[in-house]
Each structure stands twice: as structure tokens, then as C-alpha cells.
């Protein structure tokens, strides 16, 4: 009977099997897998020298017998080109609308500015035309006038196309009536009257601010016909009030300078 003889490795071959020299035994058990390999990485994207590296390398390890067309080469090209450019192009419209935006915002900046700048000038044109009033007559709307000291004063009305005598009313503060005088002839439309150069009864003989009413006969004489009243009177001062003119008529009567109708001499 032939009795199986299993062979059998030693882990180490003697020094007479080996001429000698001790041999490691191979390693036993599963390989060990190998790390993965790590490509590096461009975190804004691949740029013009990621792809030509890319594509040095693609060439290089081609196949011999198989090489790279020409014209697939040429394709991918032709493709990184445009997306190159695509890429530059929204770069370019990115600083364009930056570029935009700033120019608005510059230019509204300005415009906020000049419109600043043109209402200090319109004030201060305003301001230097009210101050040269000082000394005139201003004339606004309204039924006051203002007696002076030498008696003199302006009544300023308005009596459209009614004319014939007229009948003026001077009452104080009150309400109560002071004076009444009459004018032998007033024509239409706007027209003014020196108050030494009527008649009152009884005479209006005391300085002040008083309220007039003025009325014009019509029909022969028979019926009087309320007019439109003006208050006239001296511009004694100026004043701002927030930034606007304001005029003195007479001794007290403030009136903002674009409520004047007509500056007289």
C-alpha cells in the first residue's frame, strides 16, 4: 500500500536547501487593498493650464495602435475655446453691470446734490430779490389798507367791466364803520386810488390798519356792486420763516413774498 504523502512548505527554507543563505517564506493571507488614488482638485474650476496638462497627459498614454483623431482633438479644442470665452464674456458682464450700478448710484448722488445746490440758490435768489423790495409797495389779496401819518394810502381794486361812481367803506377792527367816502368815476379793470384823494365822511383823520370795502353804482346810480379788493401797504421788513421770505406790510402784516401780486415803486 503507497501510503499519500502531503508535501509540505516549510515557513522558512534551511541554509542547506538555499546554499546557505535563510530565505523569507511569502506572505500569507488576503493583500491588502490599495489607497484610492487623489487627484488634485481646483476648487474655481478647470482653467486653461488644468486642461492642457489633461490634455499632454491623454496624448501620452494614447494607444499606439489606436491613436487620438485628429479631428476629436481639434473638437475638444474648439469646445474649451468656447467655454473659455463664454466664461471670460460673463466675467466681462459681471464688471459691466458692477460698473453700472456704480455709475447710478454716482449719478443719482449727484442729481441729489445739484437739486440741494439749486434750492439754496432759488432761496438765496428769493431772499436777495425780497430784500430789495424793503421800501416799496406790495400789493396782495385782500381787503386791508394802511393809513400813514400824512394820511396817504393806496386802495387797490378790481371792478372787471362794471364802472361808475364809486363808494368806499373804511371799518376798524371792530367791524365798526369809521369813515365813507365817494369817487365820481371809476372805470373797469384793475385801478388804485390815493386816499387823500377822497372825501370821507367823516374824514378819516387817524393813522392805522384798517379793512375797506368798495362798491361801484350801476344802472344810473341805483344799485352798488361789491368789487374785488387788494390790501396794499409799504414793505417795512423781511423775515425767514423756515427758510422762506416772509414781507411786512404796514407796521404788522406779514405776507409770504410769492403771495404778492404786483410790486410797486
Known amino acids: 500500500m503507497i501510503t499519500a504523502v502531503r508535501n509540505t512548505i516549510s515557513p522558512m527554507f534551511s541554509a542547506a536547501t538555499t546554499g546557505g543563505t535563510p530565505v523569507a517564506s511569502p506572505p500569507s493571507g488576503a493583500a491588502e487593498p490599495s489607497q484610492p488614488r487623489t487627484l488634485p482638485t481646483n476648487p474655481s474650476g478647470m482653467g486653461k493650464d488644468e486642461f492642457l496638462k489633461m490634455l499632454v497627459a491623454q496624448l501620452k498614454n494614447q494607444d499606439p495602435m489606436n491613436p487620438m483623431d485628429g479631428k476629436d482633438m481639434a473638437a475638444q479644442l474648439a469646445q474649451f475655446s468656447s467655454v473659455e470665452q463664454l466664461v471670460t464674456l460673463n466675467k466681462s458682464m459681471d464688471a459691466s453691470k458692477s460698473a453700472s450700478e456704480a455709475t447710478a448710484k454716482a449719478l443719482t448722488a449727484l442729481g441729489e446734490s445739484q437739486t440741494t445746490r439749486s434750492d439754496e440758490l432759488a432761496a438765496l435768489i428769493e431772499g436777495q430779490m425780497a430784500m430789495s423790495t424793503v421800501g416799496k409797495v406790495g400789493v396782495t389779496t385782500g381787503n386791508t389798507v394802511f393809513v400813514n401819518r400824512d394820511l396817504s394810502g393806496s386802495l387797490v381794486?378790481?371792478?372787471?367791466?362794471?364802472?361808475?361812481?364809486?363808494?368806499?367803506?373804511?371799518?376798524?377792527?371792530?367791524?365798526?364803520?369809521?369813515?365813507?367816502?365817494?369817487?365820481?368815476?371809476?372805470?373797469?379793470?384793475?385801478?388804485?386810488?390815493?386816499?387823500?384823494?377822497?372825501?370821507?365822511?367823516?374824514?378819516?383823520?387817524?393813522?392805522?390798519?384798517?379793512?375797506?370795502?368798495?362798491?361801484?353804482?350801476?344802472?344810473?346810480?341805483?344799485?352798488?356792486?361789491?368789487?374785488?379788493?387788494?390790501?396794499?401797504?409799504?414793505?417795512?421788513g423781511m423775515k425767514y420763516d423756515q427758510g422762506n421770505p416772509i414781507l411786512i406790510l404796514g407796521d404788522s402784516l406779514s405776507v409770504p413774498m410769492s403771495q404778492l401780486t404786483q410790486i410797486r415803486g
Not at 371809476?186 to 372825501?199: A, K, M
Open 157 to 236: 381794486i378790481d371792478s372787471g367791466t362794471v364802472s361808475g361812481p364809486g363808494r368806499v367803506t373804511i371799518t376798524d377792527a371792530s367791524g365798526k364803520q369809521v369813515a365813507q367816502g365817494t369817487i365820481d368815476k371809476v372805470g373797469t379793470g384793475q385801478q388804485s386810488f390815493d386816499l387823500r384823494d377822497i372825501t370821507f365822511t367823516p374824514p378819516l383823520d387817524k393813522a392805522g390798519k384798517y379793512s375797506f370795502k368798495f362798491e361801484v353804482a350801476t344802472d344810473g346810480g341805483q344799485q352798488w356792486q361789491a368789487v374785488k379788493t387788494y390790501t396794499a401797504g409799504r414793505i417795512t
